[in-house]
């Protein structure tokens, strides 16, 4: 592999977002409901994800994000399908403006890491450099056999030569690799998107060999779902270790985390099940009550939020939009 520079941040970054330009302490993004069944009680087509897009994008929300899933097949949960989270990452690039889009997270084996560099890209132009890169090896086993992938096994090791590839090919523009699962000769991006360096990249991880791809290539830190600050703040020593063992000032890789928010009285939509771990942990309360336990989060070291609303519809962004502005105050 040439050109590498690992741990260097993405070379811009959306720093005059919304966020920057008022008060508010930490980034808040919408994670969208493309899951089967999990739109009022049925599946979200394409006008209603760009309706609840635009939507949030006024609202004052910093970012929407996609789940990269293909199908969930859970013990005693019924099947679910997930809508593809690239094709839909490039149609919300068109109808927004301002927000950041992001991925929770892209599982690398399932597309080539170089024609997967060219799709980023892509997006970028169509975005004019709006994209947080989120990147993982996979957490659903199912989905692999499902689709024709054998790549659940050695997953980690993969996951580390694709992460690899395609940051150096989104930092650098080219690539020449021979490695155990890909080979690219003379490889360029070309033409590049808006941000020479690409986007930033965000990586989920827990295990040590992923903490440490995690430190040796990424931006961002995004811990697992549903964590109270108190865990936070207990898990990020791994993270801070990880960096000091890459040679890396862990002060250079922020922090994110996802939490599900559940409105008061509202009625939990019909296949809410499919959330149920992140129900036993749903942040509850008035707007005001919201956005404190959010500034926790901000407080323990997170500079971005994404959230699940229950229920994540119109009506739910419009609900949280006084928790926006709760936070914009300061």
């Known amino acids: 592999m040439t050109g590498d520079t690992p741990g260097a941040p993405a070379s811009a970054t959306l720093e005059a977002s ?28 394409w006008a209603d994800l760009a309706t609840l897009a635009r939507t949030a994008e006024d609202a004052g929300f910093d970012s929407l994000w996609l789940a990269d899933h293909l199908l ?51 997006v970028e132009e169509i975005s004019d450099g709006r994209v947080i890169l989120g990147l993982g090896a996979g957490s659903h ?9 054998d790549s659940w096994d050695h997953k980690v090791s993969r996951f580390e030569e694709e992460i690899g590839i395609i940051h150096t090919l989104l930092r650098t523009g080219r690539i020449d690799h021979q490695g155990r699962f890909h080979t690219l000769r003379d490889c360029e991006l070309r033409p590049r998107g808006p941000r020479p360096g690409g986007p930033p990249i965000m990586v989920g991880a827990v295990k040590p060999r992923m903490l440490r791809i995690l430190a040796t290539y990424a931006d961002e830190w995004n811990l697992p779902w549903h964590q109270t600050v108190e865990e936070l703040v ?52 008035e707007p005001a009550d919201v956005a404190e336990t959010l500034r926790g989060y901000a407080a323990a070291g997170v500079s971005h939020i994404q959230v699940w609303l229950d229920p994540n519809t119109v009506d739910g962004i419009e609900w949280f939009a006084a928790v926006l502005a709760d936070l914009d105050r300061g």
């Open 18 to 45: 919304v966020s920057d330009e008022r008060r508010r302490p930490v980034k808040v993004g919408l994670l969208l409901p493309h899951l089967e069944g999990s739109y009022l009680g049925g599946t979200a087509r």
């Open 234 to 285: 207990a898990a990020t020593p791994k993270g801070d270790e990880a960096c000091a063992a890459a040679g890396r000032d862990p002060a250079t890789l922020k922090k994110s985390a996802c939490l599900q928010v559940d409105l008061p009285d509202a009625a939990a939509w019909p296949g809410h099940e499919l959330l149920r771990s992140g129900r036993r942990r749903a942040i509850r309360g």
């Open 141 to 149: 086993e199912p989905e692999f056999p499902a689709f024709g992938y």
């Open 72 to 122: 969930y097949r859970i013990p005693d949960v019924p099947q679910f399908g997930v809508t593809e989270c690239w094709s839909l990452m490039a149609a919300l690039a068109a109808v927004t403006n301002r927000v950041e889009l992001g991925t929770l997270v892209t599982v690398t084996p399932w597309r080539n890491p170089g024609l997967f560099a060219k799709m980023v890209d892509a």
